[in-house]
């Protein structure tokens, strides 16, 4: 089944980690075959990168490397870009093609 959220919608966190909870975040990338979001500073996590010599006989600079993590496409949930709150997403189906529509306030998503 496709995803209802999408590149670049605006989400919120309703579960999952008490310090990530909450907030809001535009969507970064879609894992469709693992039901995953990545969402824009919402759950960071942190790598430690060693030096590495590349290809090109650069060195990749040693460190601590913050990246977003991917979370579950269930803990988000899509905010309206009109009403402004969280909402359930409905398909709306006409001779264009198929539509996202607000289930709270009926307006097109897109």
């Known amino acids: 089944m496709r995803a209802k959220i ?3 919608d605006t989400v919120e966190i309703i ?4 310090e990530d909870k909450g907030k809001r975040g535009e969507v970064i990338n879609v894992l469709t075959k693992d039901g995953r979001v990545v969402v824009q500073g919402v759950n960071i996590r942190t790598k430690h990168q060693k030096q590495v010599q590349t290809q090109a006989g ?5 460190g601590r490397i913050q990246f977003e ?5 269930s803990n988000v949930m899509l905010v309206c870009p ?4 969280t ?3 409905g398909i709306q189906r006409d001779e264009t093609g198929a539509h996202r529509v607000c289930k709270n306030c ?4 897109d």
Request: a positive charge.
């Open 6 to 8: 999408r590149k670049g």
């Open 15 to 18: 579960s999952g980690r008490l």
């Open 87 to 89: 909402v359930r997403v």
């Open 106 to 109: 009926e307006q097109l998503i």
């Open 69 to 73: 993590g991917p979370i579950h496409i």
């Open 58 to 62: 650069r060195q990749m600079n040693p």
């Open 82 to 85: 009109k009403c402004g709150e």
